[in-house]
Nanobody
Framework: QVQFVESGGDVVQAGGSLRLSCTASASTFRDEIIAWFRQAPGKERELVATVFTGGMTTYVDSVKGRFTISRDNANNAAYLQMNSLKSEDTAVYYC?????????????WGQGTRVTVSS
């Protein structure tokens, strides 16, 4: 079972930046689509960004132009660079992965890393 460990969350002022990191316990991470999700208080978990094995990326509209997802296959790691942070970015952030032909993200989730943006 793959385990995810997220880190890098903090309290930051609006307009600031943070870089989140994710490491996975399985080498299959490098062959999978990687995603960052977030869950704000009282809301459902939301898909924020994905990065495919070839490097193509997708983003939810609310973070386009501000967030950048990347991956480091050699180290089973992924990152989320977050710039121009807004109060609505406040959430617990999680990473996950799935195979290219799978429709389901892995059932196991990490603890997440908390991002708080103060206005």
């Amino acid at each position: 079972q793959v385990q995810f460990v997220e880190s890098g969350g903090d309290v930051v002022q609006a307009g600031g930046s943070l870089r989140l990191s994710c490491t996975a316990s399985a080498s299959t991470f490098r062959d999978e689509i990687i995603a960052w999700f977030r869950q704000a208080p009282g809301k459902e978990r939301e898909l924020v960004a994905t990065v495919f094995t070839g490097g193509m990326t997708t983003y939810v509209d609310s973070v386009k132009g501000r967030f950048t997802i990347s991956r480091d296959n050699a180290n089973n790691a992924a990152y989320l660079q977050m710039n121009s942070l807004k109060s609505e970015d406040t959430a617990v952030y999680y990473c996950n992965s799935r195979g290219l032909w799978s429709t389901n993200w892995r059932a196991s989730w990490g603890q997440g890393t908390r991002v708080t943006v103060s206005s």
